[in-house]
Structures are given as structure tokens and as C-alpha cells.
């Protein structure tokens, strides 16, 4: 990376999935091995074709190195137990220029990613053996998948249910890896459900907004667990309305959103917008 060329690593591999919902593998140059707590995140940048260029004259561009990069921050998707890459879960935003730009990458390419990794919603002061509530729509099951294959059989949880709301099937796209670990863990139970999935499609699965399969009587039935404050850790990632949302219901039984005032409360969230 130098003051001309920001980039200072490389897209090794890209999965679509969809048109529009893709997983990056990111490698930093030099070797670099990330060490990081799943559930945190970090930037990627991209130049922005459309930056004017720098005005030696201006007191913004002469504080700017190098050409302009569009950042936005992802969460991690892969375990820290990979130390050749990172992974990123990553859907393409209508009108979104860093996505359009980043949906043009191909293998090989060069890419910049903030080696420094941030963020709170992790696990590490959740005790262990509490039952564990992962609720995410859309890529917000990423943090929750680095979770699950770092934590698998760790004794971190004693039963942990993944709750994970799309519009369709096809936006499932960590569906067949998870359902492969549900199948091989008793302890991990998959509630997947979809909203508009047209009713004659193949899909025999939930379908509704994850607020209703949230409903306690119909949690118990379907997960095994109760959502009981005393022993149980919720978990919610993704869009802001479904956080807000659930916090409002989850608070009315009991549970304690975790901030400074509460340190030990039993709901924790990350917003995605």
C-alpha cells in the first residue's frame, strides 16, 4: 500500500450465490494472520471512480493520501480459526456504489481491508452454558456462522438456536452448511423462514417474519428451548426495524438489553444500517 496505490490485499475468491448476495474471501498482503473474536467486523474500501482528483490547493485533499476509497464495514463471516483469509457475507445494495463496484471484482483482484478489527458483539462475556438465541435477517447470520464454527463443541452454549429471516429461499445462503452442522450437533437447532417465497414453490419450511416464530409459545414448540431470561442469551443481527422490534417484545419478558449500565444484560445487538 503506498500514498498512490491504497489496495493492500486481494479477493482470492467469490461465491455467488444469487444475482444479488455473494461470499468474499479477502487475503491481506505480508502474510498478515488475523486475530479477532467472532462477531466482530472491519472495513473494506474500494477507489471511487467518480472523486475528483486531488487539489493540492484544498486543505481536505492535502490531508487525503492517495486516491479516494468508498468504505463501508462487514462483519466476519469465517472463523479466526482460518488464518489465510477472511470471509465476507455480503448482499448487493440497489443504488449501492460500493457494492456495484465490489460485484465487479474478480479472483485475483486487489482490494483494500482495514487490518485493524473492531466491535462488541461478540460472545466472550456471555457464560458459558446458557442457551443461546441467534436472530439474524438477511447477511446478518455472517457473524452468527463465524460463531457457530469457532464455538462448535466448545461447551460455549448448552442448546443454541439460529432463527435466520429472508424474503426468499434463494437469499438462505448459508442454508445447506448450516443444516449440515444442525445435522451433525444435537445441541444446534436451524429456523430458517421466509416471506415471500410464493406459496406454490417447493419450500415446506417456516414462512413469516421472525417476530412471530419469536412468539414464546411457538419458540418452545419449534426450538425445544424456552426464552427464559434466567438461563437464555439473545442475539440479534440485521436490520434495524427487526431489532428494534424484537427488543421491544423480548424486553416485556424479561430480558435486559446489554449496555453500560446494564453490563450483564442477557440481549445484545448489531445494526446493520
Excluded at 10 to 18: A, K, Q, S, Y
Excluded at 46 to 60: E, F, G, K, V
Excluded at 113 to 128: A, N
Excluded at 191 to 213: F, K, Y
Aim: aromatic share 10%; proline share 7%.
Amino acid at each position: 500500500m503506498t500514498e498512490t496505490n491504497p489496495y493492500n490485499a486481494v479477493m482470492i475468491e467469490r461465491e455467488d450465490l444469487n444475482e444479488a448476495l455473494a461470499v468474499f474471501k479477502i487475503k491481506l498482503g505480508g502474510g498478515h494472520a488475523f486475530e479477532f473474536s467472532p462477531g466482530q467486523f472491519t472495513t473494506l474500501g474500494l477507489i471511487d471512480p467518480d472523486a475528483p482528483p486531488a487539489n493540492p490547493n484544498s486543505p481536505a485533499s492535502r490531508r487525503r493520501r492517495g486516491p479516494k476509497l468508498i468504505r463501508r464495514a462487514y462483519s466476519i463471516a469465517s472463523s479466526p480459526k482460518i488464518k489465510s483469509h477472511l470471509e465476507f457475507y455480503v448482499v448487493r445494495v440497489d443504488e449501492g456504489k460500493f457494492t456495484d463496484l465490489l460485484w465487479k471484482l474478480k479472483p485475483g483482484d486487489p482490494i483494500f481491508m482495514d487490518p485493524k478489527i473492531k466491535g462488541t458483539f461478540v460472545l466472550d462475556d456471555i457464560p458459558d452454558g446458557k442457551d443461546l438465541v441467534m436472530v439474524g435477517t438477511g447477511t446478518g447470520v455472517g457473524p452468527f456462522w463465524s460463531m457457530l464454527n469457532t464455538y462448535q463443541r466448545a461447551g460455549k452454549w448448552r442448546r443454541l438456536v439460529l432463527l435466520e429471516g429472508c424474503r426468499y429461499v434463494r437469499d438462505l445462503g448459508y442454508y445447506d452448511r448450516v443444516m449440515k452442522v444442525a445435522a451433525e450437533d444435537e445441541s444446534i437447532v436451524y429456523l430458517p423462514t421466509v416471506t415471500r417465497e410464493p406459496g406454490d414453490a417447493l419450500w415446506a419450511g417456516l414462512r413469516g417474519r421472525v417476530h412471530g416464530i419469536l412468539e414464546p409459545e411457538k419458540f418452545k414448540q419449534l426450538s425445544g428451548i424456552s426464552l427464559d431470561p434466567k438461563r437464555c442469551h439473545v442475539l440479534l443481527c440485521g436490520s434495524p426495524q427487526m431489532i428494534d422490534e424484537a427488543c421491544e417484545n423480548l424486553s416485556k419478558l424479561g430480558f435486559v438489553t446489554k449496555d453500560r449500565e446494564h453490563p450483564d444484560g442477557n440481549l445484545h445487538f448489531e445494526r446493520y444500517w
